[in-house]
DNA sequence: ACATTATGTCAACTATACACGACATCACGG
DNA sequence: CCGTGATGTCGTGTATAGTTGACATAATGT
C-alpha cells in the first residue's frame, strides 16, 4: 500500500542550483512543508501540483515522478 | 477557478473499441462516478489514478491529460 | 410493452492533500 | 558564541478526491 508515487524532487533541485525546499515552494504556490512531505513521499502530489513542479524543472511530468505499479 | 487540468478521456474511449466509462473505472479501480466527475472536468484525479488512467489506454499521462496555466 | 445497458445526477460519507503556526536540529559565518 | 538559513516534525484545521446507494433518462433489443 504506502503509496506509489515516487519522485526525483531532491535530485532536480540539486541540479537547479541547489535550489532550496523554500524556493520550490514559492514557485509552485505552496508551502515548504508540502514540498518537504511530497520529497519524502508521504503522500503524492495532486495531479495539478505535479505539473506545477514538472514545469518549474522544465521537466516532462514522468520524469520528476514515477508510478510503480506492484498494487 | 475552477479546475486547471483538462483530459481526452471521453475521445480515447471510444478510440478504444468504445470502451464504457464502467469498463474504464473498472480497470482503474475506481467507480464510474468517479469516471463520469473526471470526464466532464468536475475534479481532476489524484496523480496514482491519472498515471493509472494513463495506462489503461498505454499513452504517456500528458497524452490525456493537460494542464493549462493561466492560473 | 418490458428489460437491459450506458450515461448522468444527487446526497452523505470517508480519505487525503495542503495550509498554518510552533518548535527542533544542524551547518555555516560573523 | 551567537544569528541565520535550510531541513524536518507535530498538531489542527480546511478543501477536495473518491465511495456508496438511489434514482432518472435515452437507446437498443426481444
Known sequence: M???ITNRIRK???????MTQHALAE?????RQTIIAI??????PSLELAFRI???FAKPLEDVFQ???DA
Chains 1, 2 share one sequence.
Open 67 to 69: 508510478y510503480r505499479a
Open 2 to 4: 504506502d503509496t506509489f
Open 27 to 31: 514557485r509552485v504556490g505552496v508551502t
Open 54 to 56: 514538472a514545469r518549474a
Open 39 to 44: 520529497e519524502a513521499a508521504r503522500y503524492a
Open 12 to 18: 532536480l533541485r540539486f541540479e537547479a542550483n541547489e
